[in-house]
């Protein structure tokens, strides 16, 4: 297998996905080239409205080939399925420009995909970054400290693409992501969800790693709590939509499990003023929007069609 310079670690690419966060995007890179170990090349993938200069002339004297690709391409799906193209190695890890990485994150998450073998996708803790305003939150969060290894039809999304190391092999077989899911389309959310998906139904193994950190940032404004919830539940609603089959009935239970759920809580009495109520109410109607939008507008298209 290729190595890498001056470290032990096989040849791998890291895809960092960017648009319009020029500020969050520089700290994220910044805090991989400050790791213990670094990629053999970082793809920094832009959609962003301008270039992005500081990134464009970005040299370090690590042994990591830095490389900007301004795309002016809108959606995250889209920009994950770019640094995949680009990338040189057949070891893949994805992060995004909100997160800021461990020091020996990298090495960790690239030494357990190995340990796994080539049809295993790994991920790891993705916690909440300290408030960079008063009320801000990090959505997407996972802090278990117990190793999982999860197989079939589990009943639950898993994976964090903003922690995730696959090989390009795995992602062959199951295809790339879904361009119609994701930050930048109708469906805001749950292009994770979609890969996580079809990775355990062609039978590889997601393997959750928790020595393998990642941070949250949590600068979004509290304010944004409603319209973001909004936006991952007609997400969600699109991707339960593209799987609903009358034959087939497990997304179908998987979706009303999940509005089950939080039919209850919308029913559980809370402290006055708290937000939690109106959270699970957007979220059921957001849901049900996004069920019906995809089937109007989706259901005949394409995973990668423009």
């Not at 470290?7 to 213990?36: F, M, Q, W, Y």
């Not at 994770?192 to 990775?199: A, I, K, M, Q, V």
Request: hydrophobic content about 40%.
């Amino acid at each position: 297998m290729e190595k890498s310079e001056h470290h032990n670690l096989p040849a791998t690419s890291l895809i960092l996905c960017t648009r319009n966060r020029p500020k969050l995007v520089l700290e994220c890179v910044r805090s991989v080239l400050l790791g213990d170990e670094v990629p053999t090349e970082l793809i920094i993938v832009d959609d962003s409205n301008e270039r992005n200069s500081d990134l464009q002339s970005l040299i370090t004297e690590r042994p990591c080939n830095i490389r900007y690709l301004w795309t002016r391409s809108i959606g995250l799906s889209r920009a994950n399925n770019d640094g995949i193209a680009a990338a040189k190695h057949d070891i893949l890890v994805f992060t995004q420009d909100d997160v800021l990485v461990a020091p020996r994150w990298f090495g960790i998450i690239v030494r357990a995909l190995i340990d796994a073998g080539q049809h295993s996708v790994v991920t790891g803790q993705v916690l909440p970054g300290e408030p960079e305003m008063a009320g801000a939150f990090a959505p997407s969060t996972k802090s278990n400290t117990h190793g999982e290894v999860y197989r079939g039809r589990i009943g639950a999304d898993v994976l964090y693409v903003q922690n995730m190391a696959i090989y390009r092999s795995a992602i062959n077989r199951v295809g790339a992501f879904d361009q119609r899911l994701g930050p930048g389309t109708p469906f805001p959310g749950a292009e994770d969800n979609d890969f996580g998906h079809r990775l355990l139904e062609a039978e590889c193994r997601i393997l959750y790693e928790p020595r393998a950190v990642t941070y949250h940032r949590a600068w979004r404004p509290k304010g944004n709590h409603l319209s973001l919830h909004w936006g991952y539940a007609r997400a969600q609603g699109g991707f339960y939509a593209k799987y609903l089959n009358l034959k087939d009935r497990y997304m179908l239970h998987r979706m009303g499990r999940d509005l089950k759920y939080h039919f209850v809580e919308l029913t559980r009495p809370v402290w006055r003023g708290h937000m939690l109520p109106a959270m699970h109410l957007v979220y059921i109607c957001g849901l049900v929007v996004g069920v019906g939008y995809w089937f109007i507008t989706q259901r005949r298209t394409q995973p990668w069609s423009n």
